[in-house]
């Protein structure tokens, strides 16, 4: 009896697949409710700056990548990955990301800035303020959060002994399109 209802079980199973959902599984002629077919995909950076700013960083990466693929590994992108995976703790990758953004538009001042984060956390002070003092040049020092970051390197080099490098952690904060703050947790 046993034998019977499990075969009949997947035999059903077996036409179930190979039948047509009525349009729900995308197969008919109507999409699934609350799905406009002819809209357009939101953009993969605005929600993966979102997800980044509610401190969803996994899924910001996903967000970026999916943001990739749409169009393409420009500076903006590569940034945005670069700061994902530098939340993530994925320093290696971050800078890597980071650089190639600098390749690709020289004058993309969140990828400098964003950089210089990589190296402060990496203890590469001496990069990091020269890093920063590019981001600074090319934002004319209208940033204040690219200011404080230079200025923190500086004081770093100037005093090694400087608290806020003493093993301590940074955070990258994201102020408004584009804009970080890196800030020292004491």
């Not at 059903?12 to 009525?22: H, I, N, R, Y």
């Not at 950089?115 to 303020?129: D, P, Q, R, Y």
Request: net charge neutral; hydrophobic share 45%; proline share 4%.
């Amino acid at each position: 009896m046993l034998k019977k209802r499990v075969g009949m079980a997947l035999a059903l199973g077996l036409l179930a697949a190979c039948s047509d959902a009525g349009g729900l599984a995308g197969g008919g002629p109507f999409p699934p409710p609350g799905v406009d077919p002819h809209a357009q995909s939101v953009d993969g950076l605005l929600v993966g700056h979102r997800l980044m700013a509610a401190g969803e960083y996994e899924l910001a990466l996903k967000a970026y990548l999916r943001a990739a693929a749409e169009q393409g590994l420009n500076a903006d992108v590569l940034s945005a990955i670069g700061s994902a995976n530098l939340h993530l703790g994925r320093l290696g990758q971050a800078e890597r990301q980071l650089r190639k953004a600098i390749e690709l538009d020289e004058k993309f001042v969140p990828a400098w800035n964003n950089l210089g984060v990589v190296l402060m956390e990496k203890g590469e002070i001496g990069e990091a303020e020269r890093v920063f003092r590019t981001a600074f040049a090319l934002d004319s020092g209208q940033s204040a959060e690219i200011r404080q970051n230079l200025r923190l390197a500086l004081a770093k080099l100037e005093n090694p002994s400087y608290p806020a490098a003493d093993k301590s952690e940074f955070a990258l904060v994201r102020r408004g399109n584009g804009n970080y703050l890196l800030l020292s947790k004491h």
